[in-house]
């Protein structure tokens, strides 16, 4: 396929804001898509490879300023120079390849396969001469490139391809091309059919190979596969004990709600480990001691168990707060210091796969036997979670208090027939804490400060995401809560850390105002929700106070615009009353 006519598809994408137009776009693009183009569909997300898959572009602005330059032969202050003004890398990159195309004569044409190679040759570099190297394969497509596909091209270097498509857009359309859907009803459940497909293997091209042949059967027969990382299960929220029962009914099993991180934990039939996070990143590097606990203390020959990762205190064994062991997640170097410094122990909650065989589809009872079978309980490395099974609201309420008392969040209540849906938010595994008012959002702006914190960002805009559109809106503005200076003290975070956290991602500039690529995900609380036309949401919180950064939540799963609604209509009925 010619590349040409992918720069004509995301032209076409991006010239609508209307999602359904866009899917009906997308559904005629995939049914003339042939199968050995589908790797197609990861350009489409901005991606090289699948979604389970870590190798990632990544190109700075600064680098494809430096190939911007390079391949067109104008200096690098002056492509800055148009940056400035445009605010648009991928737009100055189309300027400026016009210019010089009215000059030289259009060499051969650039395919898709050609933007694929050359792409993936990015994240393989290592070592001296990496900066050239990785520039000289941007250059040679950016030279062959027309001015149009130069302005992808450079999009999808910096990670910032504007077209407004999510794996959810190419799922529905999906769903348009290849199902005789009749009704909206039956299109919601194709499109769950699919996501499900979505969530096991986590490879939009593969799903296209199958969803291609219309059957549906086929989709459900898409299997999870040990290695690869799987998108966990989800939990909905109630309120109460007395709720949980009533939705799930009795008996039940109800869990320690840990205060950690999500595990998934992979053993595949050759003895190796690896570790996922619930962002389907591979951590196994950063939890050696993990490691050697699955191998020693787990039975099996293959298996995918899911867990929660806490940490504590060596001395006192006391369990600390999330916030405390987030470092261990991203940090690459001098591991063991910090696993002296923050160990983990593991509580196992769920098994997806044992010695070759999926269990998705077996109820939850069964799973959670099986986890007591094979895993040794050792406290302080890896445990099953503490679980009781009651049709008793009394003594679900004492375990509740428990939990607390260990300095835990709250309970899980879970149905003892359930299957495990990947990927999906579930009625039938519900999480209860006290009521709290904090959120997870996604820092999409930020401004810099003056004074003492000139050099740094310093007030930081905050966003919600809106399920409907695939938005980030805007909730308010948090300062709060970040600490003046660096300190090797564990928890927080600086202005300073977090400025050169950001910088990677800032996407234009005016002024002492930036805008950011939603990436980074932190958690605030705050004291209310207040109605306000200043935010694209609508809504903006008041005394938003930062907590934590969470490494581990992947944007799909940040506060939604309803569930910010929803508290705003609960707080409304509490203020009356
Ligand atoms: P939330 O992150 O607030 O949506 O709450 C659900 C999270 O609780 C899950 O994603 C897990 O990371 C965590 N969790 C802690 N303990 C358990 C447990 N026993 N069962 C399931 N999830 C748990």
């Excluded at 999510?166 to 290849?178: K, L, N």
């Excluded at 109820?363 to 490395?381: A, D, G, M, Q, S």
Aim: glycine residues 6%; charged residues 35%; proline residues 3%.
């Amino acid at each position: 396929m010619l590349y040409k006519n992918l720069a004509e598809i995301y032209e076409a994408l991006g010239s609508t804001t209307k999602r359904l137009e866009k899917i009906d776009i997308l559904a005629d693009f995939l049914k003339t898509l042939k199968q050995e183009d589908k790797e197609v569909l990861y350009l489409l997300l901005g991606d090289i490879y699948p979604a389970y898959d870590e190798r990632k572009i990544g190109i700075s602005n600064q680098l494809a300023i430096k190939a911007i330059s390079k391949a067109t032969g104008i200096s690098e202050k002056d492509v800055v120079k148009e940056w400035k003004a445009i605010g648009d890398l991928g737009k100055v990159a189309e300027k400026l390849t016009k210019k010089k195309k009215q000059a030289t004569l259009h060499t051969s044409p650039l395919t898709t396969q050609k933007v694929l190679e050359n792409l993936r040759k990015l994240p393989e570099l290592e070592g001296k001469g990496t900066i050239e190297k990785k520039i000289s394969f941007i250059v040679e497509l950016l030279t062959s490139a027309l001015p149009i596909e130069a302005l992808y091209l450079v999009r999808t270097l910096i990670g910032d391809l504007r077209i407004g498509i999510q794996e959810s857009t190419i799922r529905d359309a999906m769903a348009v091309a290849f199902f005789d859907v009749k009704d909206a009803k039956q299109k919601k459940e194709i499109a769950d059919k699919i996501q499900s497909a979505i969530d096991r293997s986590n490879d939009i091209a593969l799903v296209f190979d199958i969803a291609k042949k219309g059957k549906v059967k086929d989709l459900e027969k898409i299997p999870v596969q040990v290695g690869k990382p799987i998108k966990v299960m989800l939990a909905q929220k109630v309120s109460s004990i007395k709720d949980g029962f009533e939705k799930l009914g009795k008996p039940c099993a109800i869990e320690y709600k840990y205060d950690g991180f999500r595990l998934l934990i992979h053993k595949t039939s050759d003895n190796e480990v690896k570790l996922f996070t619930r962002r389907l990143e591979n951590v196994t590097k950063q939890f050696p001691e993990v490691v050697e606990y699955v191998k020693k203390y787990v039975k099996g020959d293959s298996f995918i168990l899911d867990a929660e990762a806490i940490g504590f205190d060596r001395k006192t064994k006391r369990y600390k707060p999330f916030q405390e062991i987030s470092q261990r997640i991203k940090r690459k170097y001098h591991i063991e210091e910090l696993e002296k410094e923050l160990p983990v122990e593991v509580n196992v909650f769920d098994i997806l796969y044992y010695n070759g065989k999926s269990l998705l589809d077996e109820p939850f009872k069964k799973r959670t036997e099986l986890i007591k079978k094979i895993v040794e309980n050792k406290p302080f490395k890896i445990v099953c979670s503490k679980q009781i099974i009651t049709d008793s609201e009394k003594e679900a309420e004492r375990f509740y208090k428990k939990a607390l008392k260990d300095n835990q969040e709250g309970v899980m209540m879970k149905s003892l027939s359930a299957a495990y849906q990947p990927g999906s938010r579930v009625g039938h595994m519900l999480k209860i804490k006290p009521e709290e008012k904090d959120y997870d959002l996604v820092i999409v702006g930020a401004e810099y400060g003056t004074g003492k914190r000139a050099g740094w960002l310093s007030s930081f805009i905050l966003a919600c995401l809106d399920t409907e559109t695939g938005k980030f809106l805007e909730v308010g503005k948090v300062g709060t809560g970040i600490k003046e200076k660096s300190s090797a003290e564990s928890g927080g975070i600086s202005f300073e850390e977090l400025t050169e956290k950001l910088k990677p991602y800032i996407i234009s500039e005016k002024g002492r105002e930036v805008k950011i690529k939603p990436k980074i995900v932190v958690s605030v609380t705050y004291q209310e929700i207040q109605k306000s036309p200043n935010y694209s949401s609508g809504f903006a919180l008041r005394f938003p106070r930062f907590t934590a950064l969470r490494p581990d939540k992947p944007l799909s799963e940040i506060t939604t615009l309803n569930e910010i609604r929803e508290d705003y209509e609960k707080q409304r009925g509490k203020t009356k009353s």
